[in-house]
């Protein structure tokens, strides 16, 4: 009933934004309802090479092993976003609905804090003992149930690099693992498996391994048990052998658990591994093709450093070190994305590794490097040396959330063309830029307090930064007439947009809205500085997490751009869009610079680029200077692509 009232309220607000003015008191925001992207497809690679046959042996057929050679799509993968034209937005000819707005749950407590691993809280408070009430009830902290996982956290088990940390839960019984390990079509069968299999299996140690982003993959912990892989579901015979020959070279294990998309089998001391049993008749190239999207997938799903393939080859006695490196490196040369940093090959009782350089080929790791390998891992954890650490920055980087990225660059345009506005004037400046009546006030107070020339610097300084705001204050001024300008010649059909701050975006937006025209505020969620003023038009405030977003829908349909006096930010956006427009990446609207010439000579002497040849002197044309909002204006429909 909630959501009806809030879609009947935003269908019948949906008035020309002219129309939609409010009070000068601050309001919602209307909050844009989330959606998913469409992933896109990816490419298979291709390879060459020769390839290692095996003679095929009489009546031994060659079964399929590995899955297909379709690598899986990272969920990250976005589809490429159509080029928002910074040309005027066309009249919306056909109704468009106004957005609806949904209410924001109010943050956890818990926010950004990693969950605990399970199908829900409900069935991890199981594994402490909890009737199925106690459970329920338990469920809204998570309390409880989080505590069976993160207060049995091992200090020193073996981490991939990437992850953040792992958890150690024992299961007694089917039920536990039926409540432990989430319910999807890739796990059904594992589950019902495992029930059936249980009186052969006894207990379960399972390890929950939390990535950066929170996210969990969990892995059954065979270390010490060598003949468990017998009996788990999914487990086949010759990837139990193959699993007895890597045991005999590891001491901890782990068999992973399917999740949705591509899965590897295993965590071999901490270096997430994909299985592969090359048999009579098949090609280790494909094999190996197949090893390294396993673990690509994985690792870029979890943000994991590169892994390991383990392969072994069936009715081998001695592992062709020459041939196989050829096969290993004649695929590196196709240029597939590698997820592989080494390659474990088994033939008989012979096992030989091969790990990949500095030069980005594979070569067989020798005696001396293989001691130092095992001596490395038998050791006790012990701090680095001294000399250099190289920060893990590339897996532990947060990456955007593209739903977020695909709302902020779409619906904010889409909203302007439902309020009837076909093209934007956009404002840029200082967001500490005061009314001069406030201005004004300030300074008479500290000279009220410590004279009109202290002694002390402290204060002087204060008295002349008070008397700097009131001249700056002028430009609020010109800004608040250059809005109201813009609305008045506009016929409610150009808006104009700001940043949604204070300043001088505040007096653009405040102009606009006094004189009954649309305003658009695009407001930046900082921890300081910029809050949404109170003068935009109702559906027309936005709130972005961006920057580089909120750039875009700024410039997005802009027939001028005008630059007040401003700081970092304000140059930031000049820089960007002129860089952009010499480059031809931006259609070329009028920019103007507002102020007397002299200042912007003093902030910035534009002729000295051009004299130093660091820009061209036809680069000088591409912005306008005007001191006074008329002629700002003049500026801008003066070009007539502009109009």
Same mark, same amino acid.
């Given at each position: 009933m909630?959501?009806?009232?809030?879609?009947?309220?935003?269908?019948g607000s949906a008035?020309p934004a002219s129309?939609q003015?409010r009070?000068a008191v601050p309001?919602?925001?209307?909050?844009v309802?989330?959606?998913?992207?469409?992933l896109?497809?990816?490419?298979?690679?291709?390879?060459?090479?020769?390839?290692l046959?095996l003679?095929?042996?009489?009546?031994?057929?060659?079964?399929?092993?590995?899955?297909?050679?379709?690598?899986s799509?990272s969920?990250?993968?976005?589809?490429?976003i159509p080029?928002?034209?910074?040309?005027?937005i066309p009249?919306?000819?056909?109704?468009v609905?106004?957005a609806?707005?949904?209410p924001?749950? #109010?943050?956890?407590k818990d926010?950004?804090? !990693?969950?605990?691993a399970g199908?829900s809280?409900?069935?991890?408070?199981?594994?402490v003992g909890?009737s199925?009430a106690?459970?329920a009830?338990?469920a809204?902290? =998570?309390?409880a149930a989080?505590?069976?996982?993160?207060?049995?956290?091992?200090? #020193?088990l073996p981490l991939p690099l990437g992850?953040?940390?792992?958890?150690v839960?024992?299961?007694?019984n089917?039920?536990?693992?039926?409540?432990v390990?989430?319910h999807t079509?890739?796990?059904?069968?594992?589950?019902?498996?495992?029930a059936?299999?249980?009186?052969?299996?006894?207990?379960l140690d399972?390890?929950?391994?939390?990535?950066s982003?929170?996210d969990?993959f969990?892995?059954?912990?065979l270390?010490?048990?060598?003949?468990? #892989?017998?009996?788990l579901p999914e487990?086949?015979a010759?990837?139990?052998?193959?699993?007895?020959?890597?045991?005999l070279?590891?001491?901890d294990?782990?068999?992973v658990?399917?999740?949705?998309?591509?899965t590897p089998d295993l965590?071999?001391?901490?270096?997430?591994?994909?299985m592969k049993?090359?048999?009579?008749?098949g090609?280790l190239k494909v094999?190996l093709a197949?090893?390294?999207e396993?673990?690509?997938?994985h690792?870029t799903?979890?943000?994991l450093a590169?892994?390991?393939?383990a392969?072994n080859?069936e009715?081998?006695d001695v592992?062709?070190?020459?041939?196989?490196r050829g096969?290993?490196?004649?695929?590196?040369r196709?240029?597939?994305?590698?997820?592989l940093?080494?390659?474990?090959?088994?033939a008989g009782?012979d096992r030989?590794v091969?790990?990949?350089g500095?030069?980005?080929?594979?070569n067989v790791e020798g005696?001396?490097?293989? #001691?130092?390998?095992?001596?490395?891992?038998?050791?006790?954890?012990a701090?680095?040396?001294a000399?250099?650490?190289?920060?893990?920055?590339?897996a532990?980087?947060?990456m !955007?959330?593209?739903?977020?990225?695909v709302r902020?660059?779409t619906?904010?345009?889409?909203r302007l063309?439902a309020?009837?506005v076909?093209?934007t004037?956009t404002?840029?400046?200082?967001?500490?830029?005061?009314?001069p009546?406030?201005a004004?006030?300030?300074?008479?107070?500290?000279?009220?307090?410590?004279?009109r020339?202290?002694?002390r610097?402290?204060?002087?300084?204060?008295?002349?930064?008070a008397q700097?705001?009131v001249?700056?204050?002028k430009y609020?001024?010109?800004?608040?007439q250059?809005?109201a300008?813009v609305?008045?010649e506009?016929?409610?059909?150009?808006a104009v947009v700001?940043?949604g =701050?204070?300043?001088?975006m505040?007096a653009?937006?405040r102009?606009?809205?006094?004189a009954? =025209?649309p305003?658009?505020g695009?407001?930046?969620?900082l921890?300081h500085?910029?809050?949404?003023?109170p003068y935009a038009?109702?559906g027309?405030?936005?709130?972005f997490t961006?920057?580089s977003?909120r750039?875009m829908?700024l410039r997005?349909g802009s027939m001028g751009?005008?630059?007040?006096?401003?700081?970092?930010?304000t140059?930031?956006e000049?820089?960007e869009?002129l860089?952009?427009?010499q480059?031809g990446k931006?259609p070329r609207?009028?920019i103007v610079?507002v102020?007397?010439?002299e200042?912007?000579?003093?902030i910035?002497?534009f002729d000295?680029?051009?004299?130093?040849?660091?820009?061209?002197?036809g680069?000088l044309?591409l912005?306008?200077f005007a001191?006074?909002?008329?002629?700002a204006?003049?500026a801008?429909?003066?070009?007539?692509a502009?109009?």
């Amino acid at each position: 009933m909630r959501l009806l009232l809030s879609a009947l309220l935003a269908l019948g607000s949906a008035a020309p934004a002219s129309a939609q003015v409010r009070a000068a008191v601050p309001g919602s925001v209307s909050v844009v309802p989330s959606f998913s992207p469409v992933l896109s497809p990816g490419l298979a690679p291709s390879f060459s090479g020769p390839a290692l046959t095996l003679p095929s042996a009489p009546g031994l057929s060659a079964p399929s092993i590995a899955p297909s050679l379709a690598p899986s799509l990272s969920p990250t993968a976005l589809a490429p976003i159509p080029a928002l034209a910074a040309s005027a937005i066309p009249s919306a000819a056909a109704a468009v609905p106004a957005a609806l707005s949904f209410p924001v749950p #109010a943050p956890s407590k818990d926010a950004g804090r !990693p969950q605990p691993a399970g199908t829900s809280l409900k069935d991890l408070g199981r594994l402490v003992g909890m009737s199925d009430a106690d459970a329920a009830a338990a469920a809204f902290d =998570g309390a409880a149930a989080r505590s069976a996982l993160e207060n049995s956290e091992p200090a #020193a088990l073996p981490l991939p690099l990437g992850a953040k940390s792992v958890s150690v839960v024992r299961l007694h019984n089917a039920r536990e693992a039926s409540g432990v390990i989430p319910h999807t079509p890739n796990t059904e069968h594992f589950i019902n498996e495992l029930a059936s299999k249980w009186d052969k299996i006894g207990h379960l140690d399972l390890r929950v391994y939390r990535d950066s982003k929170g996210d969990s993959f969990r892995a059954v912990d065979l270390s010490g048990r060598p003949e468990l #892989a017998e009996h788990l579901p999914e487990v086949q015979a010759h990837e139990a052998a193959l699993i007895r020959k890597i045991q005999l070279h590891a001491k901890d294990l782990q068999l992973v658990i399917r999740e949705e998309g591509k899965t590897p089998d295993l965590i071999v001391e901490g270096v997430v591994t994909e299985m592969k049993s090359l048999f009579p008749g098949g090609e280790l190239k494909v094999q190996l093709a197949h090893a390294n999207e396993q673990v690509l997938a994985h690792a870029t799903r979890h943000r994991l450093a590169p892994g390991a393939a383990a392969i072994n080859l069936e009715s081998r006695d001695v592992v062709p070190v020459d041939e196989v490196r050829g096969i290993i490196n004649d695929y590196v040369r196709t240029g597939a994305p590698l997820g592989l940093a080494s390659v474990s090959v088994y033939a008989g009782k012979d096992r030989q590794v091969f790990v990949r350089g500095k030069d980005g080929l594979f070569n067989v790791e020798g005696p001396r490097l293989r #001691a130092k390998r095992t001596a490395k891992a038998a050791a006790p954890l012990a701090k680095p040396a001294a000399r250099f650490l190289v920060p893990n920055a590339l897996a532990l980087a947060a990456m !955007p959330d593209p739903d977020v990225i695909v709302r902020e660059l779409t619906e904010p345009a889409r909203r302007l063309r439902a309020a009837g506005v076909r093209a934007t004037v956009t404002v840029y400046g200082s967001a500490r830029i005061l009314q001069p009546a406030d201005a004004r006030a300030r300074l008479e107070a500290l000279v009220e307090k410590y004279g009109r020339k202290p002694k002390r610097p402290e204060e002087r300084k204060l008295v002349y930064a008070a008397q700097q705001a009131v001249e700056m204050s002028k430009y609020y001024e010109i800004a608040r007439q250059f809005g109201a300008l813009v609305a008045q010649e506009g016929g409610g059909e150009i808006a104009v947009v700001s940043g949604g =701050g204070p300043g001088i975006m505040e007096a653009a937006n405040r102009g606009a809205f006094e004189a009954k =025209g649309p305003s658009v505020g695009y407001n930046i969620i900082l921890d300081h500085e910029q809050g949404l003023n109170p003068y935009a038009t109702p559906g027309l405030e936005f709130e972005f997490t961006n920057f580089s977003t909120r750039k875009m829908a700024l410039r997005h349909g802009s027939m001028g751009l005008v630059y007040f006096p401003g700081g970092f930010g304000t140059m930031d956006e000049l820089f960007e869009v002129l860089t952009l427009m010499q480059t031809g990446k931006m259609p070329r609207v009028p920019i103007v610079l507002v102020g007397e010439k002299e200042y912007w000579d003093k902030i910035l002497d534009f002729d000295e680029f051009a004299r130093m040849g660091l820009i061209s002197s036809g680069d000088l044309s591409l912005f306008h200077f005007a001191d006074t909002a008329r002629a700002a204006w003049s500026a801008i429909v003066a070009v007539p692509a502009a109009r």
